[in-house]
């Protein structure tokens, strides 16, 4: 599994326009037993937990846009 995060839609256009993504795209491909999935979540809220040591989710501290 591979997880990234971009602030807006823009940027995620731009990443995969780069040259490195285009690259690693070129590489992986041959080596996939069948074609990625890739799914795109929006999120319009964080919520990050006060004591990070084990996260505790009821816990929880500041909010932050996602």
């Known amino acids: 599994m591979l997880l990234c995060s971009w602030n807006t839609e823009t940027a995620v256009r ?19 037993a069948r074609p990625s999935d890739v799914v795109v979540h929006h999120i319009s809220r964080a919520v990050h937990a006060l004591d990070t040591n084990p996260p505790d989710p009821g816990c929880s501290g500041k909010a932050g846009r996602g």
């Open 14 to 32: 731009e990443h995969y326009d780069t040259s490195h993504y285009r690259r690693y795209r070129g590489q992986v491909e041959p080596l996939l």
